[in-house]
């Protein structure tokens, strides 16, 4: 079963929210109908894809998720999306 981790944005807040699924339709859309009522995506919707990284399972997924959230960076996330040979990187470093 393959597993993703995302990357969501808001133009509203103008912020990013990461996370990771198996399901990323069904994900973004309870995001957008304010599901998760805990959490941050509550605020800033609607909600948008903005980065889509394939993993092999949960555990990568995951793995990769933690290692994005510390980082905290718009110039990070915009440069895994102008260049995707980064998140490659970050596939071989956390191979599930």
């Not at 990771?20 to 948008?48: A, C, M, V």
Request: charged share 25%.
């Amino acid at each position: 079963m393959l597993f993703y981790t995302y990357i969501i944005y808001s133009a509203s807040t103008k912020k990013f929210y990461v996370g990771q699924t198996d399901n990323l339709i069904l994900r973004l859309e309870q995001h957008n109908l304010y599901t998760f009522i805990k959490s941050s995506t509550k605020y800033g919707i609607p909600w948008d894809v903005y980065l889509v990284i394939e993993c092999c399972n949960r555990k990568q997924a995951v793995n990769i998720e933690s290692h994005l959230k510390k980082m905290k960076s718009t110039k990070y996330y915009q440069s895994l999306k102008m260049y995707p040979e980064i998140a490659e990187k970050l596939k071989e470093k956390y191979p599930g």
